[in-house]
Structures are given as structure tokens and as C-alpha cells.
């Protein structure tokens, strides 16, 4: 058939462009919503300022600063306001070099670096090298250099990696943030969470007030390993609501503050490494749980109480979905 | 370990090419195969049938960028693969949506000559690179990845609506491209 020889041809492009095509698109979170976050604060403190609210903190120098304030990056439009100081797209020079090179391709791998720069300490062998790109937003300048990637010791190299720009000696964490692990135990193990992980206060629901000390790192692990070959079942369409959420982090790879929540009809999910995860522990664990941490909860269901459930599925995806590799 | 290292223990026929590839690409490797065929086992056969044909192309073969030099052997004997699949009527995989959507894309027959798929080859590549870069990655991530129009969403930050709609028009695109190239299937 003539559309079978269409396909197959198409295996046989240039190898530029197969490669091209796995680079990610600009990550959202670090321009759009960066964009409208400044404009946002922008409109607030221009509608403060005319109501003159600002104005003790206005008349001292000390504080007062002169910035220009650039409303898209693409519209270089440049406003000189007296302004207390508020977020912009920082210009090029103005960038960390994570900041400029925020992504590396690798093995298959895609990379964020972040601005965390890491102690050499954890910093293990050499992986490879790379060419990273950058796009000054403001020049619609293209920049490239080179990076040298390292294995973060004791941490999987498809989780994550310590990346060392040219002319550099700091080492900036990067996360490859579509790390999918297929079991509960492939992600304790490939995060090596007994050794890294770092817990925090606990979040109950109905309550505001964080609860240090509720559960320690070692009470977390516990909850960890009792089933490690749980499969991974996240389901981006599927709403998990916590019934009371720790506050966790890797601070090795600078990451802190993320949630590992239950929720009542029987998950425990995290979003470490940015992506959702989502294992099954049951039900009946969950109420086990909220007993022994006494923490009382207005949502509360079991398998057989469907009376709150009415917005979810009526069975909840705990078969796991088709393995995706990326 | 870099490629070309890589490359040159498969030229000293040192058995670590095969590991250091296993480790650095079966991720890459599995990810053509599963979307592909869509079935554990005849995925991991594949790849291992992609290491014994690189393996036996290199030497003579010396690639520059191992990763698409092993991705359309991958490719190839996982197409082969569904060929063989659908002729014992197992099916399955997303390999008939993607000739379904292809026929959107076949030039009217205005010649009886047949081009040769090296002639077809350069032409495709002249067509991809006079697209947007955007759009180009779409394509080539639909067609020659065979990514699910949702993950390609995931991948460029974008609804699958609007992913949809480029992929329809690049194909019409294509099509008027190779009619004006005068190319026959």
C-alpha cells in the first residue's frame, strides 16, 4: 500500500530531524505563568500606588529602586516606573547559566536544570558531554555552549544528574521531569529515598496548621517499603484528594517543600520529581493511618461508600496503565 | 560514555558496545519499539535484535549519532515486526491509525512512474525543513516516533485540539508538496 511505503520512507529522514523532534517545548511554568505572575504584580502595585498606599515606602530612597519593567518579553516594551522592585523576565546577562541553558538531552533522557548547585560531594562519574541551547527572549538571540553531565551519587541517572556548564566549577542540579517509575519500589530505589529523603510537618485536611514532628523520616520509609512492587497508577485525569499530606523533599538535588499526600480512597501520591505518581496502599491502610496520626477528616470513604464520590470514577484506576517509556 | 567511544568499541568488536548501548539507549530504544507494537515482549525482542544488527553493520558502518542510527533499525524491524503481527491477525498498536491518517497525504497519481524511495527520502527531508520548527517536531513525533497525539500535547506544552489541527494541515501540506514534486507511490 502506498501509505505503508510513506511510513516507511519517513523512517529514513535526516537524523537532524529526528533528533529536533524529541527537544521539549519552552517548560510553561518557568515563562508563561512567569509572564503573567509579573503582569499580574504589575497591575497590583500600579492600582496600590494610585491609592497612595505605598507612599511611606516610596519616599525613602533607601528602598526605592528604578527598574524597568517589561511587560511580555515579546513586546520589548520597557516602562521606567519608581517601583518597588517585582519579578521580571530577567535579561540575559542577568541569568544564572541554568537560567540561560535550562534543558540537556542526554541517552534519551531530557533534563530541567534548576538553580540548585550542588555539593561536589554527591557529584559522581562523568556521563558524557553535551551542547545545551539558549534563546535570549529579549534579542530573540539563539546561544549555545557545552555541558559535561555527572551521575548524582547513589540517585539514577535517568532521575536525575548534576550538569557542569563550560567555564563553570558549580554543579547544577537537573532533573529529568518525566521520570515515570513503574513500581513503588523502582522509586525508592532509583531516588535512593532511604538515604536522601527529608521529611517535614504534615498537612491535615480542614486544618491550616502544619504539624511538625507528626511523622518522621523513618515512620515515611516504613509506609514506603511495606509494599514496594505497587505499581505506579497515576492518572493525570483522575483527582486525587488528600486527606493529609507531608511535606517532603531531596534537598540534595534543592528539592523541598513537595507534597506526599493519602488520600481517602486508599492512594498515596507524591509529585517528587514533578511528574504525579500514584500507588494503591488501600482503603482500609488509609483509615489505619488517619487513626494512628488522629487525624479526623470530613471526606472520609471507603470502598463501599460511594456518597462523596459522585464527580470520580465509580472504580478507581487501580489497574496500571500501558508502560510508557520516556 | 559518548558515542563515539561507543562507536569504537563496536569497531574493536569489544563486547562493552553492547552494554554501554543497552544502558544508554534501551530507554530511547523501547520508547520506538512500545509505541510501535504496544506489547512488552515483542518490544524487548526488538531491541535485542537492534543490538545484533548493529552489531553487524558497524563495522562497516561508522554512525555520528548513534541514538537515530539504532532508533530506525528499532523502527524498521518493529514495522517489520507489526507486518508480521497483522498477517497472523494479532493487529493491536498504533500503526493503522497512522497509515489512516497518511492517506491524507498521498499525491493525485499524475504520473505512472513510481519514485524511487531515495528520490522520496530527499524529498521528505526538503519538506520538513521548509516547516516551522514547531511543527516539524509535531510531525516527526507523530510519524516517526508514532507518539500519541496526547503525549506530543504533554511534550509541547499545547492542547491536543491544536496539536490535531497542525498535524492535518502539515499532511495536506505534504500532500500538495509531493504533487508539485511530481512523486508517485
Not at chain 1, 507524591?270 to 514533578?274: F, G
Not at chain 2, 498521498?106 to 504520473?111: G, K, S, V
Given at each position: 500500500m502506498k501509505e505503508q511505503k510513506l511510513l516507511q520512507v519517513f523512517g529514513d529522514i535526516d537524523d537532524d530531524l529526528i533528533e529536533e523532534a524529541t527537544h521539549r517545548a519552552r517548560p510553561i511554568l518557568l515563562y508563561r505563568i512567569g509572564a503573567c505572575a509579573a503582569a499580574l504584580l504589575l497591575v497590583a502595585a500600579i492600582a496600590l500606588l494610585s491609592f497612595g498606599k505605598f507612599t511611606p515606602l516610596m519616599s525613602d530612597p533607601a528602598v526605592t529602586t528604578t527598574v524597568p519593567v517589561h511587560h511580555t518579553a515579546t513586546q520589548q516594551a520597557t516602562t521606567t516606573k519608581k517601583l518597588p522592585e517585582i519579578a521580571v523576565i530577567p535579561h540575559w546577562e542577568d541569568k544564572t547559566l541554568a537560567e540561560r541553558f535550562p534543558e540537556a538531552t542526554y541517552g534519551g533522557n531530557t533534563y530541567i536544570v534548576t538553580n540548585h548547585t550542588m555539593d561536589p560531594q554527591f557529584v559522581g562519574q562523568k556521563i558524557g558531554s553535551v551542547t545545551v541551547h539558549g534563546e535570549d527572549?529579549?534579542?530573540d538571540t539563539a546561544h549555545t555552549t557545552t555541558a559535561v553531565l555527572y551521575a548524582v551519587k547513589n540517585i539514577a541517572q535517568h532521575c536525575a544528574v548534576a550538569v557542569q556548564y563550560k567555564d563553570s566549577n558549580a554543579y547544577y542540579s537537573a532533573i529529568q521531569s518525566w521520570y515515570t517509575p513503574k513500581t513503588l519500589g523502582q522509586f525508592v530505589e532509583d531516588l535512593n529515598l532511604e538515604h536522601y529523603l527529608e521529611v517535614g510537618a504534615v498537612y491535615a485536611e480542614n486544618s491550616h496548621t502544619p504539624q511538625d514532628h507528626l511523622l518522621s523520616k523513618q515512620d515515611v520509609l516504613r509506609l514506603l517499603r511495606e509494599d514496594l512492587s505497587l505499581p505506579n497508577v497515576h492518572d493525570d485525569r483522575y483527582w486525587y484528594k488528600p486527606v493529609f499530606s507531608i511535606s517532603v523533599g531531596i534537598p540534595v538535588l534543592?528539592?523541598?517543600?513537595?507534597s506526599m499526600a493519602v488520600t481517602a480512597d486508599g492512594y498515596l501520591t507524591?509529585?517528587?520529581?514533578?511528574t504525579g505518581k500514584a500507588f494503591f496502599i488501600g482503603t482500609e491502610r488509609v483509615e489505619a493511618l488517619l487513626q494512628e496520626l488522629n487525624i479526623t477528616t470530613t471526606t472520609r470513604t471507603t470502598a463501599t461508600d460511594n456518597s462523596t464520590t459522585t464527580s470520580k470514577p465509580a472504580v478507581p484506576p487501580v489497574i496500571s496503565p500501558p508502560y510508557i517509556p520516556e | 560514555m559518548e558515542d563515539k567511544q561507543i562507536v569504537a568499541l563496536f569497531w574493536k568488536r569489544d563486547e562493552r558496545a553492547l552494554r554501554e548501548t543497552d544502558r544508554q539507549y534501551r530507554p530511547y530504544l523501547t520508547r520506538v519499539a512500545h509505541n510501535i507494537l504496544c506489547d512488552r515482549q515483542d518490544e524487548e525482542e526488538c531491541v535485542n535484535d537492534t543490538y545484533l544488527r548493529a552489531w553487524n553493520a558497524i563495522p562497516p558502518h561508522e554512525p555520528v549519532r548513534l541514538s537515530t542510527f539504532l532508533g530506525k533499525i528499532t523502527r524498521r524491524l518493529a514495522l517489520d515486526r507489526f507486518a508480521a503481527r497483522t498477517a497472523e491477525k494479532r493487529g493491536g498498536g498504533t500503526v493503522p491509525l497512522l497509515l489512516e491518517e497518511f492517506r491524507d497525504c498521498?499525491?493525485?497519481?499524475?504520473?505512472d512512474r513510481v519514485t524511487d524511495t531515495i528520490v522520496l527520502r530527499d524529498a521528505l527531508n526538503r519538506f520538513l525543513r521548509g516547516l516551522s520548527s514547531e511543527h516539524r517536531r509535531i510531525f516527526v513525533c507523530r510519524?516517526?516516533?508514532?507518539?500519541s497525539v496526547r503525549a506530543i500535547a504533554r511534550q509541547q506544552n499545547s492542547s491536543e485540539s491544536r496539536i490535531k489541527m497542525i498535524l492535518l494541515r502539515t499532511r495536506r501540506d505534504l500532500k500538495h508538496f509531493l504533487e508539485s514534486e511530481d512523486i508517485g507511490l
Open positions: 527572549v529579549y534579542t534543592g528539592i523541598e517543600n513537595v507524591t509529585n517528587l520529581l514533578r | 498521498l499525491p493525485e497519481q499524475t504520473t510519524y516517526w516516533y508514532a507518539d
